[in-house]
């Protein structure tokens, strides 16, 4: 635990190099949009996107994920999309997920069993990458084949080491979406699409987890 109660929060590719702690799945809220905490959430998103990246995020999904600390107090969060919501990453594809996803692994894919995360931070660095691994898992056991997201190039170079090789799918070109300016810098990362399938139930390889430093998924 963070001896600081109040830790500046970061979007996960601020991390620091330590060996991400992954969230019990048992301690992962989800939050509709009634839920008591969500304004803290949807704040912690909006601070963190807007220090990291000068982002003003003005829309949410129906749905966001998150864990707390012992104070009550939001430690990580992200959004959950699925194909009722539609999908905001599917903007920079020619094509809808489920062919992108078809035609790259040569399986077919139902596009009811793919979701989408998005906007992850987290108030400590180490925390990133075992809270996105635990959103995957959670969709895993929810019935989904498939999660994918848009990712910065140092998020993609973490999980390129904790797991099995990701599908980059397309580049994030900002012509594709109408509101890229409020994005501020994001952009300047690198974003790509990507999507994985049965890696969330592999554990992350503890020689490799010593050198993970993470990133920000989009949207």
């Known amino acids: 635990m963070n001896a600081n109660p109040h830790p500046r929060p970061v979007p996960a590719d601020d991390a620091g190099r330590s060996v991400p702690a992954q969230a019990r799945l048992s301690d992962i809220v989800a939050l509709s949009a009634g839920h008591p905490s969500r304004p803290a959430v949807e704040q912690l998103v909006r601070e963190t996107y807007a220090r990291a990246y000068g982002a003003r995020i003005g829309r949410f999904p129906r749905l966001m994920m998150a864990t707390f600390d012992q104070h009550g107090n939001p430690a990580c969060a992200a959004g959950v999309r699925t194909t009722a919501d539609g999908f905001f990453s599917e903007a920079y594809l020619d094509q809808p997920i489920e062919r992108v996803l078809g035609q790259r692994s040569g399986r077919h894919v139902h596009r009811a069993r793919v979701f989408e995360i998005t906007t992850l931070v987290s108030r400590r660095a180490d925390l990133s990458a075992g809270f996105f691994h635990s959103l ?48 501020g810098r994001y952009y300047e990362s690198a974003p790509a699409v990507c999507a994985a399938d049965d890696w969330p139930f592999l554990s992350p390889a503890p020689t490799r987890a010593a050198e993970a430093a993470a990133g920000t998924a989009h949207a």
Not at 157 to 162: E, F, H, I, P, S
């Open 136 to 183: 995957a898992c959670r969709g895993a056991l929810d019935g989904y084949d498939w999660c994918f997201f848009t990712a910065t190039s140092r998020l993609r170079q973490l999980l390129a080491r904790l797991y099995p090789p990701l599908l980059v799918l397309a580049q994030a070109d900002p012509a594709r979406q109408a509101d890229a300016a409020a994005w």
